[in-house]
């Protein structure tokens, strides 16, 4: 699907996940395209969505990718693995607009590894997904993949613990049985994962490689809106940050400066009922 050309305005930029993970990848959107207005929507009412149905997932989705159409968004990133691999399709079938979804590092891991031993670690959704499968069988063939879910990395970066001793003896705890099968390339398949990034280089050594897709999927975004000649802004004040949560106004408020400091955005954070107040099981 391509984007309408020669826009007016810069395009606005969509972006949604489960929380606050895809902040992992807002953060490289801000740095590199900010003359474009970002809105976000964090799903937190329903959060995790790693242990939930894939209907759920897609059903909160379209849902969800409704509200930042209304808004005015002109490309969509699902900064969420697990709602890319139940739900990237189905979005693309149902909206005249492109959706950029995140793809765990399955390809490039292959090609790095020298052990021919890969981790994948991603969440309960993700893994059992058929998506996830076409994945490893197109691009990882004769290379061994262990997937890991990791919930509890989740968990810790909606409670805003990056580091110290929880956050260690949680990466360590999931990490080393991987490590211990002779991995020695770990693909970060969540967007929660990367805030867990700086805390996992402690406890893995140096011969081991960690890949997450969120430059390439600014990447990709960024070649979509120059193919279609989108004008970049003329003005010198940055683009707008929007950022919604079905959840709690104060949780993701509190989490804002740790997660995205400096983002140098003029920024609105609010609360959204996009469900009629239903909440997560
Ligand atoms: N950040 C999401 C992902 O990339 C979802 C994590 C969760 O809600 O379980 O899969």
């Keep these: 699907m391509r984007l309408p050309s020669n826009m007016e305005a810069p395009i606005k930029i969509g972006m949604l996940d489960s929380g606050v993970g895809g ?5 490289e959107m801000l740095r590199s395209l900010p003359s474009h207005p970002v809105h ?17 997932i897609r059903r909160r989705v379209l ?10 968004c002109g490309i969509i990133v699902v900064a969420c693995n697990s709602a890319t691999i139940h739900g990237v399709e189905l979005l693309r079938a149902s ?3 492109p959706f950029v979804g995140m ?16 981790g994948v670690l991603a969440t309960e959704a993700s893994i059992a997904g058929e998506k996830f499968h076409r ?15 990791c919930p509890r990395f989740v968990e810790l970066v909606e409670a805003g613990v990056l580091e110290g001793p929880e956050a260690e003896a949680v990466v360590r705890a999931e990490v080393m049985p991987l490590l211990e099968q002779g991995v020695d390339v ?5 967007t929660h994962y990367p805030f867990l990034r700086p805390v996992m280089e402690t406890v893995v050594p140096p011969t081991v490689s960690i890949l997450d897709t969120g430059g390439a999927v600014c990447r990709r975004v960024s070649r979509l809106l120059d193919a279609a000649g989108t004008t970049p802004s003329s003005s010198h004040s940055p683009a707008a940050l929007a950022i919604e949560t079905t959840g709690d106004l104060e949780h993701v408020t509190r989490l804002l400066p740790l997660l995205l400091p400096d983002h140098g955005r003029p920024v609105t954070v609010r609360h959204v009922d996009l469900f009629n107040g239903e909440a997560s099981p």
């Design 103 to 118: 793809e765990p590092a399955v390809k490039p891991a292959a090609e790095m590894t020298r052990s021919g031993i890969v």
């Design 40 to 56: 976000y929507v964090a799903d937190n009412a329903w959060c995790p969505y790693g242990n939930k149905p894939p209907r759920d």
């Design 135 to 149: 994945l490893v069988t197109a691009h990882a063939q004769g290379v061994r993949v262990i997937t890991r879910p």
């Design 186 to 190: 770990l693909v970060l398949g969540c």
């Design 23 to 27: 902040f992992s990848v807002l953060r």
């Design 95 to 97: 909206y005249p607009l």
């Design 63 to 72: 849902r969800i990718a409704d509200s930042l159409i209304e808004a005015g």
